[in-house]
């Protein structure tokens, strides 16, 4: 086999943010491999889907039936969470008010270790960069005047130093009485530029509750909100830089990449898919390592490392 062929092409995409994009083509190969660096924020054409957002995977515990990947406080209603009236595939999930005034509420993520109602920013899923927008479809029916559903997404770093979480980007809208499959947008505002997120929460309530202005259910349960076909759409920002950080290299062959630190300090290397599945952790032990793409399908993924990430297209 003859030696990869590097070549170096700067791009501009239709939202006229600079890209740099690294070809690596070996005479043996069928297959390209991509990396993309971005200088400002641009849009995907291909939107990527959170874990479990068209809620057809459930798991079914003693007491409710949940969508995987997602957590929700008690569940006592008539109706069932999992349900059939669905924008897309088989099924939508639902929640709801009850006994009056207990709003409904659900995350992705693990919140079996504390409560929705002041404490949903501790669940959440990994992510690995910024998306722009949430996006989705819901029903709200059944309300009380004045009535609107609330839908929170939230970007965040654990900081270590501090012993706290870092509020990297967030945003949060209210939806409306809709009696019919409408779509909702949640564009995501930037807190922290420059500063890439190790998770995700998406988190919706059935009503304001903590506002304390709604009025009860006139019966004991009302305000149902269908959740449907969620959606991650574009990027806020990446690395500012064109080129990698200074003490990282790599070189890729067909079915692998293989990165090497300039320092021999030990650090993990990890691949995240669009969704935020981790498809492989390694360690960077004595300035090198290499990580088999063998197995990955066509797609989008992310290399991080010491907090620097780019973007990896495999075709």
Avoid at 42 to 49: D, G, K, Y
Wanted: net charge neutral; charged share 15%; with cysteine.
């Amino acid at each position: 086999m003859k030696s990869a062929i590097s070549q170096l092409i700067c791009i501009q995409d239709k939202a006229m943010a600079y890209v740099t994009l690294i070809v690596i083509k070996s005479t043996a190969m069928k297959k390209l491999l991509h990396i993309l660096f971005c200088a400002a924020a641009f849009s995907f054409t291909t939107n990527a889907q959170m874990l479990n957002g068209g809620m057809e995977n459930y798991d079914f515990l003693p007491a409710d039936t949940v969508p995987s990947g997602w957590n929700m406080d008690s569940y006592w209603s008539t109706k069932t969470g999992q349900s059939s009236d669905a924008h897309g595939g088989n099924y939508s999930f639902v929640i709801n008010t009850w006994y009056g005034y207990s709003p409904g509420m659900m995350v992705n993520g693990d919140a079996s270790n504390f409560t929705l109602l002041f404490d949903w920013v501790k669940a959440g899923t990994p992510i690995t960069y910024k998306p722009a927008q949430l996006q989705g479809w819901y029903k709200y029916i059944d309300t009380v005047a004045n009535d609107s559903a609330i839908v929170k997404v939230l970007l965040k770093k654990w900081n270590s130093s501090q012993n706290k979480i870092d509020s990297v980007a967030y945003a949060e809208k209210k939806l409306p009485f809709a009696n019919t499959w409408t779509q909702f947008n949640v564009d995501i505002n930037e807190l922290m530029p420059g500063v890439n997120p190790d998770s995700l929460v998406v988190y919706f309530m059935t009503f304001d509750y903590l506002a304390g202005t709604q009025f009860p259910c006139q019966n004991m349960e009302c305000r149902y909100l269908y959740i449907d076909d969620l959606s991650l759409n574009g990027l806020l920002s990446v690395n500012e830089n064109l080129s990698l950080p200074e003490d990282l290299s790599f070189v890729y062959t067909e079915d692998r990449i293989i990165l090497t630190k300039k320092d021999y300090n030990t650090s993990v290397a990890q691949v995240f898919s669009l969704d935020g599945k981790m498809m492989v952790s390694s360690q960077i032990k004595n300035g090198r390592t290499e990580i088999s793409t063998h197995e990955f399908s066509a797609g989008i993924y992310f290399v991080t490392c010491n907090g620097k990430s780019f973007k990896l297209v495999k075709t």
